[in-house]
Nanobody
Framework: VQLQAYGGGLAQAGGSLRLSCAAS????????MGWFRQAPGKEREFVAA????????FHADPVEGRFTISRDNAKLTVYLQMNSLKPEDTAVYYC????????????????WGQGTEVTVSS
């Protein structure tokens, strides 16, 4: 299984970026796909998740209303649209996949992408 995350970069506060995570290597029909982020010196934290089947989505409180997770089943790709970016969104963003019980728990995810860096300037 491979997860390839890309789309990070530099943005100004108030700007937007869209991250993508391309998955390959197996079927993900009963999996959740999650985005996590890790800022320097901090723990990796949950950002958002989506179920491949049904498409239910969940967003962490700090990004609710600003970030949107979505998926393209045909392309096996998950997206994270990030709007109204803030300097505190600066982090390395990771996508992950797993047959999880609690989407917020990073330890329940089986597969991880390599991370893509997002820097938001004020």
């Amino acid at each position: 299984v491979q997860l390839q995350a890309y789309g990070g970069g530099l943005a100004q506060a108030g700007g937007s970026l869209r991250l993508s995570c391309a998955a390959s290597g197996r079927t993900f029909s009963n999996y959740a796909m999650g985005w996590f982020r890790q800022a320097p010196g901090k723990e990796r934290e949950f950002v958002a998740a989506i179920w491949w089947s049904g498409g239910s989505t969940f967003h962490a409180d700090p990004v609710e209303g600003r970030f949107t997770i979505s998926r393209d089943n045909a392309k096996l790709t998950v997206y994270l649209q990030m709007n109204s970016l803030k300097p505190e969104d600066t982090a390395v963003y990771y996508c992950a996949a797993g047959n999880v019980k609690n989407i917020r728990f990073k330890r329940e995810y089986d597969y991880w992408g390599q991370g893509t860096e997002v820097t938001v300037s004020s």
